[in-house]
């Protein structure tokens, strides 16, 4: 997010969740979205061909076009959060390379690997005022390397 206000950036977050929901029913025959979540362990629920439900996190990086980083968030206000909080099974991130909006989505076990055990990455503060929100800052032509787009 880049607003560092939480009911600008959540109005954000909806609607990043919204396309990557009408982005998986488009490209997943047989996706079904179930419901969304309003806590921090996930965004929705979804199935594909009627299998068990798969939980889903979207974020959207306001600030990838201009720092070249998709940042990556584990800690808010003293407490674990985004990445480090999450129970998503998948994790998408909507994010800006050269003028265009882009989609990925990682495993989030596969994530939370190359986050924390593969690379040492920059950590930053940010988020809004009074959070002390750490987070990694990953180069978008690393995090291009993850997963699948969408």
Not at 74 to 103: C, H, N, P, Q
């Amino acid at each position: 997010m880049a607003h560092y206000q939480f009911h600008k950036d959540l109005k954000l977050g909806e609607q990043a969740q919204q396309e990557v929901i009408e982005r998986l029913e488009r490209k997943l025959p047989g996706f079904k979205h179930l419901g969304d979540n309003t806590t921090n362990a996930f965004d929705f629920q979804a199935s594909l061909n009627d299998g068990p439900p798969f939980i889903v996190e979207v974020k959207w990086d306001l600030k990838s076009a201009v720092t070249g980083n998709v940042a990556i968030e584990y800690e808010s206000r003293g407490k674990l959060s985004g990445i480090a909080a999450t129970r998503a099974m998948i994790w998408v991130y909507k994010y800006v390379k050269d003028g265009l909006e882009r989609f990925r989505a990682v495993y989030t076990e596969d994530l939370k690997d190359k986050l924390y055990n593969t690379h040492t990455w920059k950590i930053t503060k940010g988020g809004d005022r009074g959070s002390n929100t750490m987070m990694f800052l990953i180069p978008i032509g690393h995090f291009e390397q993850w997963g699948i787009a969408l």
